[in-house]
C-alpha cells in the first residue's frame, strides 16, 4: 500500500511535519549565490538542518520551472539528496486528459522517481487515472485549498453538498488501491475536521499553518485520530527563518518549534 | 488587447486552426533519432511545414516534461523557431495559490515567452489573478472538456446551473483586460454552440475534433459568429499523419484537409 513509506517516516521521526522546499530565488540567502547552483545549496542545508525532524519534504514545482532548464536539473538533484526513508511529494497539481496526463505521470513516478504528487480534479476520472494506476505512490488531490478563491467554486453548493464534498465522495469511490490523499488547506478548521472523520480513508496533505494563518491547535488534534496518514505542510516559514550562514540552525529551530505544538 | 496578434494570425492566414505540437517519443518517425534531437527536428518541420496553415501553435508541457529537463530546452527552442507571427499556446493547465502561480505566469511568459496558457479554475480567482494581470497575455481557462470525466464535477449541477456555467461566468467578471479564453470541448456540440452566444467576449480554444471525434461541422459554424477570436486545436491527428521521410507532406495534407472543412 502506497502510504506505508510515509507512516513508517511519521513513526520514526515522530513527526508530522512535511517542508514545503519552494526556493524563491529572490529570497534566499545572498551569500549562497557563490554556489554554481544557489538553489540546490539551499534546499540541501535545509534537508541536512532537518531530516531527522521532517517526515516528508514537498517540492513545489512552480519553483523550479521558474528557473528554466536548469530549475528541473536542480529539482532532480534536490530529490536525490533526500535520505531514502523521507517521502517526498511533488506538488505539481497537474492533469490533463488520458495521453498527456500519462506523460506527466511517468514525469514524476519514473522520471524523477517522487513518492506522491498533488492532482487537479477539475478534469474529473480519467484526468486522474493515469496517476492513480501507479498504485505503489500516492496521489493528493486538491479538494478544499487554503486561499481565498476556495470559495468561488470548490464551496458552491451541488445538490445539498458543496462542489468539494463532492469531490471528496468520487475520490473515496476511485481510492481502490488505497493511495488517494486529500489536500485540505488549514485555514478551514471546521471543514478539516469534517472531512477527517467522514473520510478517514484518505490520507490529509494539510497546508495553510504558518504564513497562511491556519490553527495549528486544530491540527494538532487531527494528528491524534486513527485512518490514513496526515501530515502538516510549512514551507516559507521554516525555509526563510534565516538569511545569514546561520540560516541551517534558525530553519531547524523552526521546524523543531512546529513539531513541539504539533506532536504534543 | 491580448488577443489581437491571434486575431491578426487568423486573417492573415484565413484559418482557425491551431496544431498542437504534442510529441509522444514512441510516435515520432524513426528516422529523426538520428539528429541529436529528434523531437526538436520533428516539430520544426511541422512548423515549416504548416506555418502558412496554423494560426496558433499549442504545446502541451506534459510530452516536454516527460523528457526531463532536456524537455524544456526542447519546448523553448520550439517555441524560437515559430514564426513572430503566429500565436504561441503553452497548454500546462497550472493553478496554485498567488506566490506559486506567480512563479508559473513567469515562467512561461517572461522566460518561455508565450503569447498565452491554459490555466485549470478549480482554486478559483487569486489562483488565475497572476496570470491575468499579464494583459497582454491570453488565459484560457478550462470550462468544459472533451474527456468523459468532465462529467465528474463540470456538468453537475449548482443552484440551477452547471458548474462549467457558473465558470464562465466568473471568468466574464474577471475578464477587465479582455485577455481570457475558454477551452471547451468539440465533443459537445450544444454546449460549444450555447456558450458562443452566451459569452461571445471569451476567446474559445476548442480542441476534441480529429482523433477525440467532436464534431467539425458545429465547430466550422461556431466560426463566422462575432465575438473573441475562435481557434481549434488538432494535435495527433496532424502531427503524426506520416512516419517516413515525407511525413511533413502528410502533415500539410491534413492541416490542409482540415482548413478546407473548417473554412468552407
Known sequence: MSFSKLSASIEKR???????????VEKIPEFLFEYEDAVLEFNTKIIE?????ACAYKLNTA?????????????????ARIPDDIYVIADCKRSDIGNSARHYAQTFFDYFEVDALTVNPYMGFDSLEPFMNYAQKGVYSLVATSNPGAYDFQFQDIGGKKLYELVLEKLCEWNKDKNIGAVVGATKSDV????????PELSLLIPGIGAQ???????????????????????????????????????????????AILEQ
Open 213 to 259: 494563518g491556519g490553527s495549528i491547535e486544530t491540527v494538532a488534534s487531527i494528528l491524534k485520530t486513527a485512518g490514513a496518514p496526515v501530515i502538516v505542510n510549512v514551507s516559507r516559514d521554516i525555509i526563510f527563518a534565516g538569511y545569514d550562514e546561520s540560516f541551517p540552525d534558525k530553519v531547524r529551530d523552526k521546524a523543531s518549534y512546529y513539531n
Open 14 to 24: 515522530g513527526a508530522h511535519l512535511c517542508i514545503g522546499l519552494d526556493p524563491s
Open 192 to 199: 478539516l475536521m469534517k472531512i477527517r472523520s467522514s473520510f
Open 63 to 79: 519553483f523550479y520551472e521558474a528557473l528554466g532548464e536548469k530549475g528541473w536539473a536542480t529539482f532532480a538533484e534536490t530529490v
Open 49 to 53: 538542518a532537518t531530516q531527522d525532524l
